[in-house]
Each structure stands twice: as C-alpha cells, then as structure tokens.
C-alpha cells in the first residue's frame, strides 16, 4: 500500500518562501511520477505541478517562474520549493501520486498540509 505524507506547510508572507515535502512510503519513487495539488476554500482542487520519473517538470500558469518541483528517489520523496507566494495561494496542498493496471489508473493522496499566504 502506498502512502504519502506531506509537511512544512504553514504561514509564509507574501514574498517568502516555503518548501513542502512529501515522504513516500510502500513503493520505490523511482518508476512514479509525482504531483502537488492544492485547494482552496470552496474550490475544486488543482493541478500546481508533477514530475515524471525522467524528471520532466509540468506547472500550472498561476504558478510558473514561482514554484518548482523536485524529487529525491534516494530519499522516496518529492518536493515543492514554493518562492514568492501570493495570498492566492493559500490552499491546502496534496501530495499525489498513481499507478496504473491495464488500463486503471489508482491515484494516491497524501492528508494535505496547510499553507497560509498572508502578511
């Protein structure tokens, strides 16, 4: 079974930094591709960026230049490095991953973790 646990969420101000982490456990990283999703309240939840297992990175528009995303295999772990937040976007952040049989796809989610954008 495969388990996601993010962290390092938190209050960050407009302008800050802030890195989550999320720590995989039950399957090597190596063959997964990894993503962060985020919602906000009273909205759907969304994309904000996914690695594949070569590395190749895949951003949403609102978060571009800003946010960056990267994996350890070592370590069984990805990461959002998340730099000049803005108050859009304080949201709770997920951390996914999936694997698929045939032609079924299982998403994994982690509990999420809060970030606060505010001065």
């Known amino acids: 079974q495969v388990q996601l646990v993010e962290s390092g969420g938190g209050l960050v101000q407009p302008g800050g930094s802030l890195r989550l982490s999320c720590e995989v456990s039950g399957r090597t990283t190596r063959n997964l591709e990894m993503g962060w999703y985020r919602q906000a309240p009273g909205k759907q939840r969304e994309l904000v960026a996914t690695i594949t297992s070569r590395g190749t990175t895949n951003y949403a528009d609102s978060v571009k230049g800003r946010f960056t995303i990267s994996r350890d295999d070592a370590k069984n772990a990805a990461f959002l490095q998340m730099d000049s937040p803005r108050l859009e976007d304080t949201a709770i952040y997920y951390c996914?991953?999936?694997?698929?049989?045939?032609?079924?796809?299982?998403?994994?989610w982690g509990q999420g973790t809060q970030v606060t954008v505010s001065s």
């Open positions: 996914n991953t999936y694997t698929t049989w045939l032609r079924n796809r299982h998403d994994y």
